[in-house]
Each structure stands twice: as structure tokens, then as C-alpha cells.
């Protein structure tokens, strides 16, 4: 773990351009990524914040042919939703690249050629899937088949998603192409390997020793399981239509492995804003004061912690990450997120539906991130969440403060009197709150740190209940002045703390205390860069107050400064709001239901006669009842057209007696009357279920009449 690192390099996993943003690439990702850079910035530090879309292999290929276009149209689709959506979402990257960019091309060529020149490949002929009808070698998620470990018959080439276990496409039973359904040959072909079994000791001393006490356990327990099960060979190159030209000859018509070239994009893209910048990018890779750090998603752990870093080893001048505070993966509403069946939340869409609440979001995905377990979103949660704690904590308290402020003293911050037991005890505690939070995060414990961050709205709040400024204004003026003075000071350090956190909120609350008509009197956070010789971006310039100042000053918003009119930072969410998006997810899980809804099989073969016996009649339903002491059966009268008669159906579970009351039906007259619960049944009434698994009536139309029959 480096002490004091002159700067910083974070990455953020590359997203994948075959669909848009959603919540579970936030959580798990992308805003604890974001909370960390706001905060570095905040002190003051060096920061690169690194990403871009990751635009080759499998899935994009799947995609455009799903869809019907070019590999290069789902690329430009979708990084344009994806660069928007985060641009929006407040996501504070310092260069987003992508992969199919040249400086990204000419990066991971130079990577490749640089651990080829050095002997660092194995060259091996082996045997590959290939589908003959389609004329190609099937890369590993073009193979669907059964787990050899699980049994699961859905398991793609790669990996099983039911059981979690890495696979190779040779190991899969009966597999199938995706293309064309066939089942593929083997077929020999050349490729390079990594032979990740030379940096089993690198590995063990680096990750499973030196890493030990500071790395999260469920990724230290997944190097662990990797290394003790013992490396192997692992191929860097693939017969694909879509990707990076592998440079080297007798490689014509191949690629790079998409695991191969995506975490290189970290390198380029952290070119191209060196580039843009002027700055020198080697030290921000290469230099060992220099701290990397790799936030990702558990299903990456292994290509981070074991596969990056042999790469990096082999090619020998780069630094290795510090750490890969890796999280476990949000639910929605108790199922598993998946893309394609678009059971998820959308970024792009959740900005859309839900306009200026890009802080509501952050605080729900981060108040519960899946640190150390896979954790559920639910929208219940997400409103419960705005209404009972920025609402009816940080905003209430923010709320009193300004409009009291304007009250009493027409916005101007009182000059204090003397200062109370209870007033200095309250300014130490607000004090030590910087040290508290910066703990939290510097763990990467964001989920800890922003409960701290709310427990300074919370201080806010019982100070203000407790010393009753709007009572003691009858009384004793001069004490009210003092104590409005007090909570003006929290809800100012309230303005930078909650920066890293809820950006946009730190933003509006900045500007309703008018903190940035404040730098002359207070220079703090620029002259502490200076001391520090820290290379800031100018934006950070602009804030009055750093991060350290609320510690360091009690006077962080003087008596005399003018302050804004009260507007409120958070809004209720109603209930039909949320009632609207669950409806929408139950749309989509009768959607998938439609989808994956498969026939029952033919039953055997009968002759005419067969059919011929039954008598299927149109009737009309003249009365309903339930059966006593049976959940499931309703007595029905029926009318046949050649009798009224009894009928017992075990409907009762999906219809009321009222709902079914005239309804025309379809009944298997001639079936053998059969007694239920002491009733005699003469009939069948004909159903089948929908989309949803519901019961549904066979209807005749409507100007069939009773008794008629159905040939």
C-alpha cells in the first residue's frame, strides 16, 4: 500500500458498447469510482480519472448481428448513449476514450509486439470449435451448451452464469453454434498464449502475501482460488471478424482477445488526455510514487488482479495497482440484472423520467452498494430513501437554516456572541467529521462514509431541535445570533463534504449560501494547493472551500456575507411515481414471459374417430358460486343449448363468481360426470393460460349460439 503518493491514477471499467448504462454498472463501478476522484480532487491531489467504451469482441459482434447492422453502427449507437448518460449523471472522468480508437489500436499493438519481441508468448496449434455452415470459427460466446459442472443447458463457451464456473467451449456438452444452431467441429488453428503459469510466485508474493490485510476478501479469496488451483495458458489472439489486427506475421486474419486489449484502453485513454493536456503520461503508469487503483465489478476480478498484471509484469516498465476495491453486483426488485432481457434500470432512461435527481440515484445506489454481498434495488427503497433521509434530513435541516437566516436577518450571517458549552462542543464534533468520512473512503467503505456525511446533516438537525433558536428569539436575540452562526457553519462544511458524494446537491447549496462571492475573504483551498504544490484541475480552483478547510477553520462562512433565498434540494417522490416503474418492470417480466414461453409438445398421434367422440359445445355461464370449503373450485350453471347444467371448475384462484357471469365458453359436454366434494360435475369448461401463466377462457365468438358444436 503506498504512503503519501504524489499521484493518482484510477481507472473504471471499461463499459461494454452493446447496451446502454444501468444501475448495476453504477453501483458497482462507476459512482464509488467518482465519489473517490471527487474526494482526491478535493484534497487537492493529482488525479487521472480514466475510462472509455470498450468496443470489441464477442458481445458487439452478437449484437450487430442481433440487430441486423455493422459492428461499427452498435459502437457509435451505444457510446454515444453511454458518453451522454455519464456526462449527465455527474460522472467526473478526466478522459473518456475508446477502443476502436487509433491511439488505442497503435497502444495495444506496440503492447503485443513489445511481450512478442521478448519471447513472452507461447505459439500453439490447437483445435477450435468451427461452424462449417457458417463458414467461421465460433468464438467462445457463439457456443451455448451444457455445464459439465452444473448440468445448466444455457452455458455460453466462456463461462456458466448459473454456477459462475470459467469454461473453455471444448469443455461445454452438446454445444451448439449461436449463428446457425449447428453443432460445430473441431478445427486446427494457430494462436498465442500468455502462459500465466510463469507468474504463479509473482502472483502468490504480490497479491496472496503483499496484499493480504488491505485488499478486499471476496477479491483476494478469488486470486486466491485462481493461483491455488493452479495457471494456465491462457490464448491472447482469436479468429474474429471485429477487433485489433494481431501485428506480427502468419496472423493474417486475426485478432486480439478483447481481455487482451480492453484494460490496455486504460493506457491510451490516459494517452489521449496527457495528450490533450500536455501533460507527460509515463508517470501516471509508469512512476512507483504514483497510486493505481482499478475499480471493476466481481465479474472482472480475475482480468484485473491476475491477467492485467502478468501482462504489465512481462512488459516490465509499469506500475501494478495499489489495489481493486471490487464490488459484488445490485439485484432489481430480487431477480438478476440482464441486459438482454431488459430487466434493468436504465441510466438514459432514469434521467429522462426523472429530471435534476441524478444526487437521488447516487444516494440510493450508494447508501446500498454491494461492498461485500450482492445487495437489491428496489424502488420502494430508492423512494423511502429520497422521502425519509435527503428530504427529511439533510434537506429539512438546510431548509430551516436559510429560511431562518432570511427571517431573522435578511440573509446577512449574524455576527456570534460568545460561544456556548453546547456551541463549541458542536463546532469540534463538525471538525472532526472530515478525518471520520476521509477514513471511510480512503477503505473504500463509500457506503460507511456517506452514512457519516448524513450524520453531519443529522448534528445540523439536533442542534437546531435542541437549542430552539425560533423560542429563544422572544427571549434572547443576541443568543439566536450565535446560534444561527452555528448551523450556517455545518451547513456550509455540508456543502463540500457532500461534493464527492452528491455533486449536484453540493453545487446548489454552494450557490444558495453564495460561497462563490467568497474568495477574497477566503483563499484557503487555492493557497493549500500552492503549499502543496498539488497539480489541480482549475475547476476545483473555483471552490472556496477544500476539503481539509472545514477541519482546519471555524470560520468557514463569515458573519456579514449575504446568503441566497431558500430553495429546496430535494423534492418528495410520490407514490405514483414509483407505482410507474414497477409497473414498467412488471411489463417486461410479462415480455419475457411471452418470450421464453415454449410450447408444450405435440402429444401423439390420434385418428378422426378419436376426436370424433368428444362433444365441445358453445354454452353461456348463467351462475357462479364458490365451493364451501375449497379455495380453488367454483360451481358454475352452464347453458349448452341443450340443457342447463352443473359444471365444477377449479378456477377460483383467477376469477371471482361475479367476474364470469355471462361469459361465453367452450365445454366438453359428453365427458363423464364426476362428483366433487359431494357436487356431480357434467362438463369441462376448455382453458388455457397466457403470457403470464393466467387462466384464460376458450370464447366462440359471438354469433355462435348455445349448443352449438365445435368440429
Not at 499521484?7 to 446502454?20: D, F, K, M, S, V
Not at 461445454?172 to 494462436?191: D, F, M, W, Y
Not at 420502494?380 to 427529511?392: G, H, M, P
Not at 437546531?464 to 422572544?474: I, S
Request: charged letters at 25%.
Amino acid at each position: 500500500m503506498i504512503q503519501n503518493p504524489k499521484r493518482y491514477t484510477i481507472t473504471a471499467a471499461l463499459p461494454y458498447t452493446n447496451g446502454p448504462i444501468h444501475i448495476g454498472h453504477l453501483a458497482g463501478v462507476y459512482v464509488p469510482a467518482d465519489i473517490y476522484s471527487r474526494y482526491l480532487r478535493l484534497q487537492g491531489k493529482d488525479v487521472a480519472f480514466i475510462c472509455g467504451s470498450d468496443e470489441h469482441g464477442v458481445a458487439i459482434s452478437m449484437k450487430a448481428k442481433k440487430e441486423g447492422i455493422t459492428p461499427q453502427e452498435v459502437i457509435d449507437k451505444y457510446d454515444g448513449i453511454i458518453r451522454k448518460s455519464f456526462s449527465d449523471f455527474g460522472i467526473s472522468f478526466d478522459n473518456y476514450s475508446r477502443t476502436s480508437a487509433k491511439i488505442h489500436h497503435d497502444t495495444a499493438q506496440e503492447f503485443f509486439r513489445t511481450l512478442y519481441d521478448n519471447g513472452d508468448f507461447i505459439e500453439e496449434v490447437t483445435e477450435q470449435l468451427y461452424d462449417a455452415k457458417a463458414n467461421q470459427f465460433l468464438a467462445d460466446r457463439f457456443v451455448v451448451g451444457t455445464c459439465p459442472k452444473c448440468g445448466n443447458d444455457g452455458a455460453y463457451g466462456d463461462q456458466c452464469e448459473n454456477c459462475g464456473s470459467t469454461l473453455n467451449a471444448t469443455d461445454l456438452i452438446n454445444p451448439k453454434s449461436t449463428i446457425t444452431g449447428e453443432t460445430p467441429v473441431l478445427k486446427a488453428t494457430k494462436h498465442w498464449f500468455l502462459p500465466l503459469d510463469r507468474y504463479t510466485e509473482f502472483l502468490t508474493e504480490w497479491v496472496l502475501v503483499g496484499h493480504k490485510n488491505d485488499w478486499k476478501p471476496n477479491v483476494y479469496g478469488q486470486v486466491k482460488s485462481w493461483v491455488d488451483g493452479g495457471l494456465e495458458p491462457r490464448a491472447v489472439t482469436r479468429d474474429l471478424d471485429w477487433g485489433i489486427d494481431v501485428p506480427v506475421e502468419g496472423a493474417e486474419g486475426k485478432k486480439l482477445y478483447v481481455w487482451f486489449d480492453a484494460p490496455i484502453g486504460y493506457i491510451s485513454s490516459t494517452k489521449e488526455w496527457a495528450a490533450r493536456e500536455g501533460k507527460d503520461w509515463e508517470p501516471y503508469w509508469k512512476d512507483e510514487e504514483t497510486k493505481l487503483v482499478h475499480f471493476i465489478g466481481k465479474d472482472n476480478i480475475v482480468f484485473h488482479c491476475i491477467i492485467f498484471p502478468a501482462m504489465l509484469k512481462a512488459e516490465g516498465s509499469y506500475i501494478l495497482p495499489d489495489n481493486v476495491p471490487a464490488n459484488e453486483f445490485l439485484n432489481l426488485e430480487g431477480n438478476k440484472l440482464s441486459t438482454s432481457k431488459n430487466w434493468a434500470v436504465w441510466l438514459h432512461e432514469y434521467l429522462e423520467e426523472f429530471p435534476e435527481k441524478q444526487d437521488v440515484l447516487r444516494y440510493a445506489l450508494t447508501s446500498n452498494a454491494p461492498e461485500t454481498k450482492d445487495n437489491d434495488f428496489t424502488w420502494k427503497d430508492f423512494q423511502a430513501r429520497n422521502n425519509n433521509e435527503l428530504v427529511a434530513i439533510f434537506g429539512n435541516f438546510i431548509n430551516r437554516v436559510v429560511v431562518l437566516t432570511n427571517k431573522y436577518y435578511d440573509g446577512i450571517i449574524p455576527t456570534p456572541n460568545e460561544f456556548s458549552e453546547v456551541d463549541e462542543a458542536t463546532l469540534a464534533e463538525l471538525k472532526a467529521y472530515p478525518a471520520v468520512i476521509s477514513s471511510s473512503v480512503e477503505r473504500y467503505r463509500f457506503r460507511e462514509a456517506l452514512g457519516e456525511l448524513m450524520n453531519v446533516a443529522r448534528l445540523g438537525n439536533k442542534y437546531l431541535a435542541d437549542e430552539e433558536p425560533w423560542k429563544v428569539m422572544k427571549d434572547n436575540p443576541e443568543r439566536v445570533k450565535t446560534q444561527m452562526y452555528v448551523a450556517l457553519q455545518i451547513a456550509t462544511a455540508l456543502s463540500v463534504l457532500a461534493e464527492p458524494f452528491l455533486p449536484f446537491t453540493s453545487t446548489k447549496l454552494s450557490k444558495i449560501l453564495n460561497l462563490g462571492d467568497l474568495k477574497e475573504h477566503f483563499a484557503g483551498f487555492s493557497k493549500f494547493l500552492k503549499e502543496k504544490d498539488r497539480d489541480a484541475k482549475d475547476i476545483f480552483l473555483d471552490k472556496t472551500l477544500g476539503w481539509n478547510d472545514i477541519s482546519e477553520n471555524s470560520d468557514l462562512i463569515p458573519a456579514g456575507h449575504k446568503i441566497g433565498e431558500a430553495e429546496l434540494l430535494f423534492a418528495k417522490i410520490e407514490d405514483e411515481e414509483i407505482q410507474k416503474q414497477i409497473d414498467k418492470l412488471e411489463a417486461t417480466k410479462t415480455a419475457n414471459l411471452a418470450e421464453s414461453k415454449q410450447p408444450e409438445p405435440q402429444k401423439d398421434l390420434i385418428q378422426f374417430e378419436d376426436f370424433a367422440k368428444m362433444d365441445i359445445r358453445v354454452g353461456t355461464i348463467l351462475e357462479a358460486e364458490k365451493m364451501p370449503k375449497a379455495n380453488k373450485l367454483l360451481v358454475l350453471k352452464v347453458d349448452t343449448g341443450i340443457d342447463v347444467r352443473t359444471i365444477v371448475s377449479g378456477i377460483a384462484e383467477s376469477f371471482t363468481p361475479e367476474e364470469i357471469i355471462g361469459k361465453r365458453v367452450s365445454v366438453l359436454a359428453n365427458l363423464a360426470p364426476r362428483a366433487l366434494r359431494g357436487v356431480e360435475s357434467q362438463g369441462m369448461i376448455l382453458m388455457t393460460t397466457n403470457a403470464e401463466g393466467k387462466l384464460v377462457f376458450i370464447n366462440p365468438d359471438a354469433d355462435a349460439p348455445n349448443g352449438e358444436t365445435v368440429n
